[in-house]
Nanobody
Framework: QVQLVESGGGLVQVGGSLRLSCAAS????????MGWFRQAPGKEREFVAA????????SYADPVKGRFTISRDNAGNTLYLKMNSLKPEDTAVYYC???????????????????WGQGTQVTVSS
């Protein structure tokens, strides 16, 4: 069983920045592919970013490329998402996710992940 706890969300003005964190339980964190997803009211959960087990492989959704950076600290069992130049359309609940089974590619759909956090709200005001 993997437990994921997100933090760092909040209210920020357009153009501002936030850093989300996701703390993972257990000793297998360095073997998990990790991802961030988001879900706005009335919309489906969508891919934001993902990172390979050692951090050398990353993938980003087009709307966040160049503004968001995913990273991980395997020693501290923590996943991060640094979000810059935030826009109102970035408003959503942000979820971190873990894939515990081996894969050669970084999944970009929710079905590619086994465990989810409870989410943290990000609101960008104009």
């Amino acid at each position: 069983q993997v437990q994921l706890v997100e933090s760092g969300g909040g209210l920020v003005q357009v153009g501002g920045s936030l850093r989300l964190s996701c703390a993972a339980s257990g000793r297998g964190f360095s073997t998990y592919v990790m991802g961030w997803f988001r879900q706005a009211p009335g919309k489906e959960r969508e891919f934001v970013a993902a990172i390979g087990r050692l951090g050398g492989s990353t993938s980003y959704a087009d709307p966040v490329k160049g503004r968001f950076t995913i990273s991980r600290d395997n020693a501290g069992n923590t996943l991060y998402l640094k979000m810059n130049s935030l826009k109102p359309e970035d408003t959503a609940v942000y979820y971190c996710a873990a894939r515990i089974y081996f894969t050669n590619v970084v999944p970009t759909t929710p079905l590619g992940y086994n465990y989810w956090g409870q989410g943290t709200q990000v609101t960008v005001s104009s």
